[in-house]
T-cell receptor, first 110, second 113 residues
Framework: QKEVEQNSGPLSVPEGAIASLNCTYS??????FFWYRQYSGKSPELIMF????GDKEDGRFTAQLNKASQYVSLLIRDSQPSDSATYLC??????????FGSGTRLLVRP | DGGITQSPKYLFRKEGQNVTLSCEQN?????MYWYRQDPGQGLRLIYY???????QKGDIAEGYSVSREKKESFPLTVTSAQKNPTAFYLC????????????FGDGTRLSIL
């Protein structure tokens, strides 16, 4: 079993819709959770992080964490073609070690 | 502007050659990291350093070496022992204290000649 699992996609949504990206993790002791956006050929860019159960909102982005079920999700409201990218979920295995999922490719259709 | 600078952007290695990738940060971060990304895959940790003059192996350290002589700098050497070095190499840094977000440089793409 992979430590951090994501559906590889592509997830295709129409412009203006809500995109929902999911991630599950295996280590119950994980403390912090991150979402990175990576455009093709570029480096990852941090877009959200969450430490506590529940929702955290930042603009069009909402991160949701459920530690009991060991999943974290990212919602993107009013999706734009510029949101088309690969979204990487990362989970702390220890205080200094991040484990990355393989990413979900999101396509936003104009 | 504060940030992480990686150089060169593209690098080519000949057989039997060691190459060094540069990573410099001016964010005053204590912790620095090196990752490798292969096409269609997530990032895998090569080495990390929490403090000057100290570093630890990550999951795929074989064939790589690092040094941390200055807080701002964390160079990665890809040695000839690394038989499949073609990949996208990413340097990151984070604040002290653990569980902090990591921020990435623009990466170096290494290929074999």
């Amino acid at each position: 079993q992979k430590e951090v699992e994501q559906n590889s996609g592509p997830l295709s949504v129409p412009e203006g819709a809500i995109a929902s990206l999911n991630c599950t993790y295996s280590d119950r002791g994980s403390q912090s959770f991150f979402w990175y956006r990576q455009y093709s050929g570029k480096s990852p860019e941090l877009i959200m992080f969450i430490y506590s159960n529940g929702d955290k909102e930042d603009g069009r982005f909402t991160a949701q964490l459920n530690k009991a079920s060991q999943y974290v999700s990212l919602l993107i409201r009013d999706s734009q073609p510029s949101d088309s990218a690969t979204y990487l979920c990362a989970v702390n295995q220890s205080s200094y070690k991040l484990i990355f999922g393989s990413g979900t490719r999101l396509l936003v259709r104009p | 502007d504060g940030g992480i600078t990686q150089s060169p952007k593209y690098l080519f290695r000949k057989e039997g050659q060691n190459v060094t990738l540069s990573c410099e940060q001016n964010l005053n971060h204590d912790a620095m990291y090196w990752y490798r990304q292969d096409p269609g895959q997530g990032l895998r940790l090569i080495y990390y350093s929490q403090i000057v003059n100290d570093f630890q192996k990550g999951d795929i350290a074989e064939g790589y070496s690092v040094s941390r002589e200055k807080k701002e700098s964390f160079p990665l050497t890809v040695t000839s022992a690394q038989k499949n070095p073609t990949a996208f190499y990413l340097c990151a840094s984070s604040e002290q204290g653990g569980y902090q977000p990591q921020h990435f440089g623009d990466g170096t793409r290494l290929s074999i000649l």
